[in-house]
């Protein structure tokens, strides 16, 4: 066996890591937003229904973008050759860390108000480290 199959079979940490907190985000999107976020929001009397349940959807298409991400990234790990998913979950991590960050000092926002970076942040280093120890 030569050293190059050998490589191909070993796991990259960096990228099961972010996995592992891609799965935490999705969780604590599930459970902790939902019950901070979406109840009062499904509670609010002051929104019309469509507003309300557009954005009750775009919560839905989140959480199953988290879990994806999730997959990605876990699959990417497993299988070093799936370098362009894990490339893929590394963009989408960024993107919504930058957002987020941008939200943040644009609105004038208190960090831990608005703490989707503290996940994102971690998960997009995790995943730059995995892509480059390829």
Known sequence: MNISAKKENVMNWFLFAA???????????????GREVVIPLLDASDLQEIPKLTMYYCWHIVT????????TYAWAALLPT?????????SIS??????????ITLRRLK?????????????TLLGFL?????
Not at 64 to 71: E, H, N, P, R
Not at 111 to 123: A, E, G, N, S
Not at 130 to 134: A, D, E, P
Request: overall charge negative.
């Open 130 to 134: 995995g892509l480059f120890s390829t």
């Open 82 to 90: 799936n370098i362009p998913l894990a490339l893929a979950a590394t």
């Open 111 to 123: 960090p831990l108000d608005y703490p989707q970076w503290v996940f994102f942040i971690p998960i």
């Open 19 to 33: 996995a592992v907190i891609s799965l935490i985000t999705f969780l604590a999107h599930l459970f902790w937003g």
């Open 64 to 71: 199953i973008a988290l879990l994806f991400l999730t997959c």
């Open 94 to 103: 960024a993107a919504c860390a930058l957002l987020n960050v941008g939200l």
